[in-house]
């Protein structure tokens, strides 16, 4: 009976997961084979897609841009709800109910101007969704071999480079806690200077060519992780 249940309930993840694969899939947009220079017409890839994304954007005001990450299966829609920062935790585009949820920017920052530091979150599911694939970049080669991250939001396109990625445990219990959600713009150089001391502490692969400097744009992937108690795994990349 235990055995069944388990498989009643693996079988129940998995295809979740597999129909909110599928709905996402539907939202994909026109493949410009990869193009982020001009295209046709003095247009670039991001003048193309816009029109596509202002589309969605009317499906769903919520959406505040496309998160991409060349070589992976991270191609997805990424939400902003101040109001309610989590709503979009485990709601798909259409705002029902997923346990996959969706992408989104953590309310602290403006995506727009962009703000210091912007952080995006996603659930990390055991099939690959989501950030799923995440966790592959804390294997060197894979790390190296995928160091591009396209973030188009409805004002410009932001080409990230990835510096570091680190892991750690958040929560009122751990010592000298790392809160790197709490931040969006720094006050001055040594609040900068202080942010990464903490990620140059924390880092378990970098790219030393792509340490952000102060006045950098920085952007920040977290998702889940389990190998700390209420694990965090976080993919830190400065703009291009």
């Known amino acids: ?9 693996l079988l129940n993840y998995y295809g979740a997961d597999r129909a909110a694969e599928n709905d996402f899939a539907q939202l994909l947009p026109p493949d410009l084979s990869g193009s982020v220079v001009e295209v046709e017409d003095g247009k670039s890839a ?6 596509y994304y202002k589309g969605l954007r009317a499906e769903n005001e919520d959406m505040v841009g496309w998160l991409r990450i060349p070589g ?3 191609s997805y829609p990424v939400m902003q709800t101040p109001h ?7 709601r798909n585009f259409d ?5 996959a949820g969706t992408l989104f920017a953590s309310d602290l920052s403006d995506v727009d101007l962009p703000s210091d530091v912007v ?10 969704a989501m950030f799923g694939s995440l966790g592959d970049f804390l294997k060197e080669d894979f790390f190296l071999e995928h160091q591009k991250i396209i973030f188009d939001t409805f004002t410009e396109r932001n080409e990230y480079r990835i510096y570091c990625i680190f892991t750690l445990g958040v929560g009122p219990d751990v010592v000298n806690e790392f809160e ?4 969006n713009f720094f006050t001055d150089r040594n609040d900068f200077n202080s942010f990464m001391s903490r990620v140059r502490f924390l880092s378990e692969i970098e790219n030393p060519a792509n340490e952000p400097a102060f006045g950098d744009k920085i952007l920040l992937l977290s998702t889940c992780e389990y190998t700390h108690e209420n694990g965090r795994l976080v993919v830190v990349a400065v703009r291009d």
């Open 1 to 9: 009976m235990i055995f069944c249940i388990s498989a009643y309930q």
């Open 46 to 51: 991001y003048d193309l897609l816009l029109p």
């Open 72 to 74: 992976t299966r991270i």
């Open 84 to 90: 309610s920062p989590e709503y979009y935790l485990d």
């Open 95 to 99: 705002r029902q109910y997923s346990a």
């Open 119 to 128: 952080i995006i979150y996603g659930h990390r599911m055991r099939t690959g």
């Open 180 to 183: 790197y959600f709490n931040y």
